[in-house]
Nanobody, 121 residues
Framework: QVQLVESGGGLVQAGGSLRLSCTASGSIFSINAMAWYRQAPGKQRELVATISSDGITNYADSGKGRFTISRDNVKNTVYLQMNSLKPEDTAVYYC???????????????WGQGTQVTVSS
């Protein structure tokens, strides 16, 4: 079992910045990778960025050049630094931890509760 708690969301003007945090607890040694997703009202949940256990990062086109995912292994925390925010970035942002179903090689995701990011024009 993994528990994820996000923080750092809020209201910001277009062009501003926010830094989201996600702290993992529980069976943290089972985590293979972590990711940030977001979901806007009436929209599908979409991937924002991923970071593997060895620090390899990937970004969706929507955030490339503006967002940076990082991690602090000592604090068991993953961050999403968001710069040059746009109104279309408005969404609930969710932290995700990739693990495996116990005793199998089947991937399983744990989700945080989400943190609201609102970007005004």
């Amino acid at each position: 079992q993994v528990q994820l708690v996000e923080s750092g969301g809020g209201l910001v003007q277009a062009g501003g910045s926010l830094r989201l945090s996600c702290t993992a607890s529980g069976s943290i040694f089972s985590i293979n990778a972590m990711a940030w997703y977001r979901q806007a009202p009436g929209k599908q949940r979409e991937l924002v960025a991923t970071i593997s256990s060895d620090g390899i990062t990937n970004y969706a086109d929507s955030g490339k050049g503006r967002f940076t995912i990082s991690r602090d292994n000592v604090k068991n925390t993953v961050y999403l630094q968001m710069n040059s925010l746009k109104p279309e970035d408005t969404a609930v942002y969710y932290c995700n931890a990739l693990t495996r179903v116990p005793g199998t090689f089947v991937p399983y995701n744990f989700w945080g509760q989400g943190t609201q990011v609102t970007v005004s024009s």
